[in-house]
């Protein structure tokens, strides 16, 4: 079994910053990725930035030059940056691995409970 589990989050004023850190753990043989997804009421979940084994990264447009997603000094580990925070990136932050178990053939995707931001105006 893998667990991934957020932390980080709060309330916060608009143009402020916050950091959200992730840990994935468990039976984990390796991870291929990692990345950070929001969510709102009645919404899609969305990609806000994800990161790969090779250190490629990827953000949303909505998020790009405010936020950055970097590997944690932890083994197993992603943080998110979050600069110029702004109302309209409150929401549930889930972390997401996307990881191979011994045994298996594949990657698979396990995520989160998620953790809440709110920024005020």
């Known amino acids: 079994q893998v667990q991934v589990v957020e932390s980080g989050g709060g309330l916060v004023q608009a143009g402020g910053s916050l950091t959200l850190s992730c840990v994935a753990s468990?039976?984990?043989?390796?991870?291929?990725?990692m990345g950070w997804y929001r969510q709102t009421p009645g919404k899609q979940r969305e990609l806000v930035a994800f990161?790969?084994?090779?250190?490629?990264?990827n953000y949303a447009d909505s998020v790009k030059g405010r936020f950055t997603i970097a590997r944690g000094n932890a083994k197993n580990t992603v943080t998110l940056q979050m600069n110029s925070l702004k109302p309209e990136d409150s929401a549930v932050y889930y972390c997401?691995?996307?990881?191979?178990?011994?045994?298996?053939?594949?990657?698979?995707?396990?995520w989160g409970q998620g953790t809440q931001v709110t920024v005020s105006s």
């Open positions: 468990g039976n984990i043989f390796s991870i291929n990725a």
């Open positions: 990161i790969t084994s090779g250190g490629s990264t």
């Open positions: 997401k691995g996307v990881v191979t178990t011994p045994g298996f053939a594949g990657a698979y995707d396990c």
